[in-house]
C-alpha cells in the first residue's frame, strides 16, 4: 500500500461513520464482505455488509457509493425502528403480497416492494447534499 491509499481508504471511512452516526444507527454491526454492491443491509441478520472491492473510490464510483449506503442506511433505521427480526417480517410480507398477485400493477418482490422504494428515494433524495458536504471537507 502506498499513503495515497491509505488516505484514501480512510476518507471513505470517514464517511461511512458520518453516515452512521448521522443517521444514528451507530448500534448497527458492520463487516466486510467481497461484493459487487458497495453496500447491503443484510435483514436475515441485522447486520451492514460493506464491500471489500472498493477500499478507495474512484471519482466515477462516488455517486453510487453514496446511494447505496444511504439506501441501506434507510434499511438499517427500520430495522432499528421496528427490531431487525420484524423489520424482515415485514419485507417478507410485501414481497410475498406481490408475488402471490395480490397488489395490483406491481409484479416484482424486490424492486416494487415499498421498503424498497422508500430506501431508494431516500438515497436518491440525500446523496447529493453529502457529496457537496463529504467535497467541501476534501473527503472525496
Ligand atoms: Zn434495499
Known amino acids: 500500500m ?11 471511512n470517514q464517511m461511512v461513520s ?32 460493506i464491500s471489500t472491492r472498493y477500499k478507495t473510490l474512484k471519482t466515477s464510483q462516488v455517486k453510487e457509493f453514496l446511494i447505496t449506503l444511504i439506501h441501506e442506511i434507510r434499511h438499517a433505521m427500520d430495522a432499528k425502528k421496528y427490531g431487525w427480526r420484524k423489520f424482515k417480517d415485514m419485507w417478507e ?4 403480497m406481490i408475488s402471490g398477485d395480490h397488489v395490483k ?29 463529504f467535497k467541501k471537507q476534501n473527503l472525496i
Open 2 to 12: 502506498i499513503l495515497n491509499e491509505l488516505i484514501k481508504e480512510t476518507q471513505k
Open 18 to 49: 458520518t453516515l452512521f452516526k448521522h443517521y444514528k444507527v451507530e448500534s448497527v454491526k458492520m463487516k466486510y464482505k467481497s461484493m459487487k454492491d458497495h453496500a447491503y443491509f443484510n435483514v436475515e441478520t441485522g447486520v451492514m455488509e
Open 93 to 96: 410480507y410485501e414481497a410475498n
Open 105 to 133: 400493477g406491481k409484479t416484482d418482490p424486490y424492486a416494487d416492494n415499498p421498503h424498497e422504494i422508500e430506501a431508494e428515494e431516500f438515497g436518491q433524495k440525500n446523496w447529493k447534499q453529502w457529496y457537496n458536504k
